[in-house]
Antibody
Framework: QVQLVESGGGVVQPGRSLRLSCAAS????????MHWVRQAPGKGLEWVTN????????KYSDSVMGRFTISRDNSKNILYLQMNSLTSEDTAVYLC??????????????WGQGTLVTVSS | EIVLTQSPGTLSLSPGESATLSCRAS???????LAWYQHKPGQAPRLIIY???RRATGIPDRFSGSGSGTDFTLTIRRLESEDFAAYYC?????????FGQGTKLDIK
């Protein structure tokens, strides 16, 4: 069965960096675009970034452009999110999700449970 | 950037009633690439509708999506207790693939 498990969250001081991981299993990871989505406390879902199956195409929201970098290791089935220059506005649960585009399904069809990032001094 | 505006912010209904949730886009959503997600606290979001009107795998036919262009609707008939959750629309046609701010469906 498809599983996505995020890790790497924690408490970090403003201005510091953190790298999140999302371990994928149960599907051919290298065939699917992947996304990061976050949810700040008490807020809604916010799209953050996505990456193409081979890692060559990446897109970012304005709020993280220039600070966050998405990457993937298809040999290890792991998706990454490198987060630099963190601010309190980045405090959120970060979720990875698989994107599918077929005749029978489109969108973010599998999600992880998320990892909490708290930016605080 | 396409801004999605959902309404209402909160919808209070009783089991057995029908819910109508709206999602309005600031620009035409390319190819009606509009999805709806259900999200319960502590759980992963769940894909409900894609392509504006197509039900995702395993979603009961009480859920239906409609609309095109800039105006989209999620309708849930005969509400069951498990349906009370937050619902988000997302357009996946044009980056950034933003979500609406959500509609919280709670029990009256």
């Amino acid at each position: 069965q498809v599983q996505l498990v995020e890790s790497g969250g924690g408490v970090v001081q403003p201005g510091r960096s953190l790298r999140l991981s999302c371990a994928a299993s149960g599907f051919t990871f290298s065939s699917f675009p992947m996304h990061w989505v976050r949810q700040a406390p008490g807020k809604g879902l916010e799209w953050v970034t996505n990456i193409s199956p081979d890692g060559s195409d990446k897109k970012y929201s304005d709020s993280v452009m220039g600070r966050f970098t998405i990457s993937r290791d298809n040999s290890k089935n792991i998706l990454y999110l490198q987060m630099n220059s963190l601010t309190s506005e980045d405090t959120a649960v970060y979720l990875c999700a698989r994107y599918v585009y077929t005749d029978s399904s489109q969108g973010l069809d599998y999600w992880g449970q998320g990892t909490l990032v708290t930016v605080s001094s | 950037e396409i801004v999605l505006t959902q309404s209402p912010g909160t919808l209070s209904l009783s089991p057995g009633e029908s819910a109508t949730l709206s999602c309005r886009a600031s620009q035409t959503v390319k190819r009606n690439f509009l999805a709806w997600y259900q999200h319960k606290p502590g759980q992963a979001p769940r894909l409900i509708i894609y392509g504006a009107s197509r039900r995702a795998t395993g979603i009961p036919d009480r859920f239906s999506g409609s609309g095109s262009g800039t105006d989209f609707t999620l309708t849930i008939r005969r509400l069951e207790s498990e349906d009370f959750a937050a619902y988000y629309c997302q357009q996946y046609g044009t980056s950034p693939y933003d979500f609406g701010q959500g509609t919280k469906l709670d029990i009256k």
